[in-house]
């Protein structure tokens, strides 16, 4: 069953923009599907087949006067000798949409498209399905807790222990639109990952030591990036632990979540914290059977954290595909005064805290007077993301909001 994707309208402008259009994200995470689903009049090539990437690194320029444009050319990170003879054939006809590409790593792609395809290329990153997806909810706005949006903004009901239901199960499409079994399903993932993307970026030898890396940064979503004491956990050194972060995050299965730093503030807190960006594999990695064991557990607040932070990331990336890396932060002081989220939009904030509490109260947006502080800041309507079922005002212009309502 395809499940529509929010996503979808800016893959279908973006075509039409430049020569080439590549979709990164995660394994499984549904590229292909969609691709395939949108841009029916591409031929579909695959380099997971064994002639067909060979074909490609020998002898790259035959390989488009055997397959001429428009292709579709899925897992490229595999060729990325291509690139060059796609620049060629690009600036030769001025072609738009001649080539379509996606791939789950970019550590292998990236250095090709930067020095062959730059100007010519748009990449955009494919995330989980959203809640809104799943629930077939058309609306596509990103979330900003503006009473603008929440005013357009009018979700299904959602229970309290689908809530659960969901993060623990994930967002993957096969888990969400099949009837897949839970635990051979990410058994799978895993393997699939660590022999098909890790190994073949040849830094890493040990692939059980690996995963015992994946365990550790889950257990430690949502929280402060302590690369030593990961590394004393794991037994590698800071060096390997920082080489190895950086190929979940390429790989789109861990978030950085930069801190907010002002120059004039000096007590601000500059260590970045780490989300997962599929709670259902985080789950399996730390051993959660169950969504009650999950929601009864000692992490549950860290991971209805990790939860709505995708929520908020997936409607911002499916309304124009930019990853907002730049328009989110997080603040925390050396005073303990910490603020879950901050979204910055057109040079104002606007605070969010995360809680899986279903009342909130003044409480939880002390730390938002925080931002007053700061010259030359303008601060923006803030909320409570929670497990409310409506949206209720707590002082001012600063509400608790459902999380339906993402």
């Given at each position: 069953?395809?499940?529509?994707?929010?996503?979808?309208?800016?893959?279908?402008?973006?075509?039409?923009?430049?020569?080439?259009?590549?979709?990164?994200?995660?394994?499984?995470?549904?590229?292909?599907?969609?691709?395939?689903?949108?841009?029916?009049?591409?031929?579909?090539?695959?380099?997971?087949?064994?002639?067909?990437?060979?074909?490609?690194?020998?002898?790259?320029?035959?390989?488009?006067?055997?397959?001429?444009?428009?292709?579709?050319?899925?897992?490229?990170?595999?060729?990325?000798?291509?690139?060059?003879?796609?620049?060629?054939?690009?600036?030769?006809?001025?072609?738009?949409?001649?080539?379509?590409?996606?791939?789950?790593?970019?550590?292998?792609?990236?250095?090709?498209?930067?020095?062959?395809?730059?100007?010519?290329?748009?990449?955009?990153?494919?995330?989980?399905?959203?809640?809104?997806?799943?629930?077939?909810?058309?609306?596509?706005?990103?979330?900003?807790?503006?009473?603008?949006?929440?005013?357009?903004r009018n979700p299904k009901?959602?229970?309290?222990?689908?809530?659960?239901?969901?993060?623990?199960?994930?967002?993957y499409p096969e888990i969400?639109?099949?009837?897949?079994?839970?635990?051979?399903?990410?058994?799978?993932?895993?393997?699939?990952?660590?022999?098909?993307?890790?190994?073949?970026?040849?830094?890493?030898?040990?692939?059980?030591?690996?995963e015992r890396f994946m365990?550790?940064?889950?257990?430690?979503?949502?929280?402060?990036?302590?690369?030593?004491?990961?590394?004393?956990?794991?037994?590698?050194?800071?060096?390997?632990?920082?080489?190895?972060?950086?190929?979940?995050?390429?790989?789109?299965?861990?978030?950085?979540?930069?801190?907010?730093?002002?120059?004039?503030?000096?007590?601000?807190?500059?260590?970045?914290?780490?989300?997962?960006?599929?709670?259902?594999?985080?789950?399996?990695?730390?051993?959660?059977?169950?969504?009650?064991?999950?929601?009864?557990?000692?992490?549950?607040?860290?991971?209805?954290?990790?939860?709505?932070?995708?929520?908020?990331?997936?409607?911002?990336?499916?309304?124009?595909?930019?990853?907002?890396?730049?328009?989110?932060?997080?603040?925390?002081?050396?005073?303990?005064?910490?603020?879950?989220?901050?979204?910055?939009?057109?040079?104002?904030?606007?605070?969010?805290?995360?809680?899986?509490?279903?009342?909130?109260?003044?409480?939880?947006?002390?730390?938002?007077?925080?931002?007053?502080?700061?010259?030359?800041?303008?601060?923006?309507?803030?909320?409570?993301?929670?497990?409310?079922?409506?949206?209720?005002?707590?002082?001012?212009?600063?509400?608790?909001?459902?999380?339906?309502?993402?």
């Open positions: 069953m395809y499940i529509k994707r929010h996503i979808e309208n800016v893959l279908e402008s973006a075509i039409n923009e430049k020569g080439a259009l590549c979709v990164t994200g995660a394994r499984q995470i549904g590229k292909s599907t969609v691709l395939k689903t949108l841009f029916q009049e591409h031929r579909e090539l695959t380099l997971d087949e064994i002639r067909l990437r060979r074909l490609a690194l020998e002898q790259p320029e035959e390989f488009f006067e055997q397959f001429e444009p428009p292709v579709f050319i899925d897992e490229i990170q595999y060729a990325p000798s291509l690139f060059p003879y796609m620049k060629i054939y690009i600036d030769k006809t001025n072609a738009k949409g001649a080539f379509i590409l996606s791939g789950s790593q970019r550590h292998e792609m990236m250095t090709g498209v930067t020095e062959s395809l730059a100007g010519s290329i748009n990449l955009i990153d494919l995330y989980g399905l959203s809640l809104r997806e799943i629930q077939g909810d058309e609306f596509s706005e990103r979330f900003i807790p503006t009473q603008e949006y929440l005013s357009k009901t959602l229970k309290y222990n689908e809530i659960w239901e969901h993060i623990w199960r994930g967002f969400v639109a099949q009837n897949t079994d839970w635990s051979r399903f990410y058994s799978s993932y895993v393997r699939t990952y660590l022999d098909r993307d890790v190994s073949k970026l040849g830094q890493v030898r040990d692939m059980l030591q690996f365990v550790a940064i889950a257990a430690r979503t949502g929280q402060l990036l302590n690369i030593s004491a990961i590394s004393k956990d794991t037994g590698i050194s800071v060096q390997t632990a920082e080489r190895w972060l950086s190929i979940l995050v390429a790989s789109n299965i861990v978030f950085i979540l930069k801190p907010y730093h002002n120059n004039i503030m000096k007590r601000l807190i500059k260590t970045p914290k780490t989300y997962f960006l599929d709670t259902g594999l985080a789950s399996y990695l730390l051993g959660w059977d169950n969504a009650k064991v999950l929601q009864n557990g000692a992490m549950s607040g860290a991971m209805f954290e990790t939860f709505v932070i995708g929520e908020i990331i997936k409607s911002w990336v499916n309304f124009d595909g930019v990853t907002p890396n730049m328009s989110f932060y997080y603040y925390r002081d050396k005073d303990g005064n910490e603020i879950d989220l901050l979204i910055n939009r057109n040079g104002v904030l606007y605070p969010i805290e995360i809680k899986k509490n279903i009342n909130c109260d003044k409480g939880d947006i002390t730390a938002f007077k925080q931002l007053d502080k700061i010259p030359e800041i303008k601060r923006g309507d803030g909320c409570v993301v929670c497990m409310a079922d409506d949206v209720f005002p707590i002082s001012g212009n600063d509400k608790a909001v459902g999380v339906r309502f993402l």
